[in-house]
């Protein structure tokens, strides 16, 4: 298998080019790194005349991002959303202004829902901000935006019952996914990377990698969580599907006629089933939240009112 070497902005970059180690292949090799050479040459002289396109911002962005595959997924959204609505990327970066984002926003809240806009500005910022520490442009036109707060609407147990059971009979690998982040309340993307390497059962931890704050975490394998992943075989990936293919989620509410629930929904159940069990700080280690706060506001409260059964016998009057 051959693959070119080529440098750009002063580092190294590989291409597997998939070709065979023949003298063909050579040829067809040296006349790719031809081609990457002056494709390189093109990107510089647009960059040096304030000519760079959104779609080769973008690509010098994942070059930059190239070994974070996890980190990549997570913009994926947003620069698809963004390229679908300003022409697949066909506009030079440093014609973009404030204006044209407000476009955007006003665009995208008809598509996706208020606070999922909020995380597209807050990474298409990002993007921009690399974009001026390059030198492409001198300011960041992305507008800033305000995430609205909402009382987490917790799915009912009964439903999240009626989903298992049903995905239980219809497909096993989609029935392992939810049971999992029913029983661990993982963040989808954690779940979907996870390997059967991460899991320790001597040891009774399983080792994350928490992309969101980018520290290792561990989570612990407790009985009803073992006896599971122990059903399960393989190596590699425990769980074969990527962050944009759980269209499934959707089509078996419809199919049940629940009402929406996104997938995430499913950890913040886990937190109010978890939370009278254990203390904020043992609830706090067991989401992986950055913050206390983020512990006590979505999780704690809402079960205040499982709380006040608890005390309404030993404080009513008749006590």
């Known amino acids: 298998m051959l693959w070119i070497k080529y440098y750009y902005r002063g580092d190294i970059h590989y291409e597997s080019l998939k070709l065979p180690n023949t003298s063909e292949g050579e040829k067809l090799a040296e006349i790719r790194r031809l081609e990457k050479e002056t494709e390189i040459k093109r990107k510089i002289i647009n960059t040096a005349s304030g000519r760079i396109s959104l779609t080769d911002a973008i690509y010098d962005f994942c070059l930059y991002k190239k070994g974070d595959t996890k980190s990549l997924s997570l913009y994926h959204c947003a620069f698809k959303s963004f390229l679908g609505y300003y022409n697949n990327g066909n506009v ?105 390497q991460q899991i320790d059962f001597e040891a009774g931890f399983i080792y994350l990698r928490n992309f969101k704050s980018n520290r290792d975490e561990l989570f612990p394998i407790y009985p009803e969580l073992s006896i599971f992943m122990k059903s399960l075989e393989g190596r590699g990936r425990i769980f074969d599907y990527s962050p944009y293919g759980l269209k499934f989620w959707g089509r078996t509410l419809k199919r049940l006629q629940l009402p929406h629930y996104s997938i995430h929904d499913l950890r913040r159940q886990f937190g109010t089933r978890t939370a009278p069990k254990v203390g904020v700080w043992e609830l706090q280690k067991l989401m992986r939240h950055g913050s206390i706060k983020t512990t006590q506001q979505y999780y704690i409260n809402i079960s205040l009112s499982e709380t006040g059964k608890k005390l309404s016998p030993e404080l009513s009057p008749s006590a």
């Open 92 to 196: 030079y970066v440093h014609s973009l202004k404030e204006e044209d984002f407000k476009g955007y926003r006003n665009h995208a809240k008809t598509k996706v829902a208020h606070n999922s806009v909020v995380t597209y500005m807050r990474q298409l910022r990002t993007l921009f901000n690399y974009l001026i520490a390059k030198g492409y442009i001198s300011s960041n036109p992305v507008i800033r935006m305000k995430e609205e707060k909402k009382e987490p609407r917790i799915m009912p147990e009964a439903i999240i019952q009626k989903i298992l059971a049903y995905l239980k009979g219809h497909n096993t690998n989609q029935y392992n996914l939810i049971y999992f982040l029913y029983l661990t309340g993982f963040r989808r993307n954690e779940a979907l990377y996870l390997t059967f």
